[in-house]
């Protein structure tokens, strides 16, 4: 398997689910200045819709979308660890958090890395994020470690990163502690450290 990523990017989740399954993989960093990886491809041919992450399967086949990859990892590894079995209430309560963390966590961010974005968009968006967080503190208020109860799963990894893009954006993790003590202690995990540094990621 070929990961494609990018360092800072959401990339980084499906690379700690694959060092937490102690996968053998290979890294290839994308520059999106020039829309090339550092061996040369063009990112486009690999992934038509231009963003990270793009996992390359041995059969050359490529799977794109945080979500997909991660739940693909899960899946072809051992599910009942970090992916919850099929047909339960709990695998969907895991496609539940993975869907939140992709379309409103995530894209509530997005405007703060957008050179382009307008002004007021701008400033609207740490106020649509914060509301995203305080769903997800409202989840972590019971005491729980993780978002499906005490087991790590994929969308912790997913919500980890996410998460950690309140500091190059300025925002303080501060009004919602159960979150603040989540992403400590995910980011003490082997795999995370392990992956961040393969990365050069902060």
Known sequence: MRLFYSPGACSLAPHIILREFEQVFDLE????????????RDFNSVNPKGCVPALELANGEILTETSAILQYIADTNNPADVASRADT????????????????????FDPLFTADASRETKEAAPLNVARKLNHIQTIMADGRRYLLGNTFSVADAYLFVVSNWTKPTGIDLGPWPDVAAFVERVGARPSVIAAKLAEGWG
Do not use: N
Request: overall charge positive.
């Open 29 to 40: 960093r994308v520059d999106f200045t020039t829309k090339k990886t550092e061996t040369g």
């Open 89 to 108: 209430l709990e695998r969907a309560r895991l496609q539940e958090h993975l869907s939140f963390i992709s379309t409103e966590l995530h894209k509530a």
